[in-house]
């Protein structure tokens, strides 16, 4: 069991994603025929109220595929300590 998805359940059910097909979250590519869906996913991110969580949960996780939080896998890192807020934040 991924005991770091199961803590973090309460977010998910509030994701915007949840509304549109999870294939649009994976493309093949950014660039190409897959920067349509690359791009349509980082919109629907934009709109999501667990933006934040999605990544951070992400990051964590190790994710390695897909757009998470509006960003790519791996395309984003964790503040470094004493950042304000904690706020996430792209590379």
Sequence with gaps: MNRLYHESEDWVAQGACRRYDPE?????????????DADLAKAICRTCPVRQEC????????????????????????????????????R
Excluded: C, K, N, Y
């Excluded at 649009?24 to 349509?36: A, D, K, L, M």
């Excluded at 992400?58 to 890192?77: I, K």
């Design 24 to 36: 649009i979250f994976f493309p093949v590519s950014t660039t190409g025929p897959g920067r349509h």
């Design 55 to 90: 990544l951070r949960w992400a990051l964590r996780a190790g994710e390695a595929h897909g757009v998470w939080g509006g960003d790519h896998a791996g395309g984003a890192a964790l503040p470094a300590p004493g950042t304000r807020s904690g706020q996430l934040t792209a």
